[in-house]
């Protein structure tokens, strides 16, 4: 059974620039959050998207962007991106009858490099 | 003050060794508690998951919750190289839209040498 998929693996990108990111959740799972993980820190949280509707946005810039398609799987687009914004992107999908904060299964990231 | 407090470490034990990660936290809204493993490159993986104070084990893990302190705590026995990661605790947040985030602590790095 294919976990959460994500991809591109690696990127660099030039400040400025837009970038895509796309996840996709274990079959069944109707549920996709984003986390942004910074070298040294705890993943932060970004958004949550259930049944293709944004169901929950963390503190992050309107210039963090992200949908969900009919077959649930998801995009996170960034604009102007930051030297900041360099991290990695975590996608995690979740089955909607699990308990509250159990059943999250994260992907392996996008490691995203700003220069 | 930081919602989940978390000692980053880095912390090098012997094979064999009993390890105790801890955190705080300041938010009496948390509900679920859970520690999760993170090796090198990968995302994190879910390793305990607990809603009420008291221990639950399960092999070499003990997870601890004390809400009277805000305090978690993991306990790994007999610690194996293969233990060697970073350990993340994190908490589960109903917003106030009714959508759930984890806050996650900074990350423990755990060596454990041969």
């Known amino acids: 059974d294919a976990g959460v998929t994500q991809s591109p693996t690696h990127l660099i990108k030039t400040r400025g620039q837009q970038v895509t990111l796309r996840c996709s959740p274990i079959s069944g799972h109707k549920s996709v959050s984003w986390y942004q993980q910074v070298l040294g820190q705890g993943p932060q949280f970004i958004f949550q998207?259930?049944?293709?509707?944004?169901?929950g946005r963390g503190n992050f810039p309107d210039r963090f962007s992200a949908r969900q398609f009919p077959n649930y799987s998801s995009e996170l687009n960034v604009n102007a991106l930051l030297l900041g914004d360099s991290a990695l992107y975590l996608c995690?999908?979740?089955?909607?009858?699990?308990?509250?904060?159990?059943?999250?299964?994260f992907g392996s990231g996008t490691r995203l490099t700003v220069v | 003050q930081k919602e989940v407090e978390q000692d980053p470490g880095p912390l090098s034990v012997p094979e064999g060794a009993i390890v105790s990660l801890n955190c705080t936290y300041s938010?009496?809204?948390?509900?679920?508690f859970m520690w999760y493993r993170q090796y090198s490159r990968k995302g994190p993986e879910l390793l305990m998951y607990t809603y009420s104070s008291g221990n639950k084990e399960d092999g070499r893990f003990t997870a601890q919750v004390d809400k009277s302190s805000k305090y978690i705590s993991l306990f790994i026995r007999d610690s194996q190289p293969s233990d060697s990661a970073t350990y993340l605790c994190a908490m589960s947040l109903i917003t106030q839209g009714g959508s759930e985030k984890l806050v996650f602590g900074k990350g423990t790095k755990l060596t454990v040498n041969p």
């Open positions: 998207y259930y049944e293709k509707e944004e169901r």
């Open positions: 995690a999908s979740r089955h909607s009858g699990t308990a509250k904060g159990y059943g999250y299964t």
């Open positions: 938010n009496s809204a948390f509900q679920y």
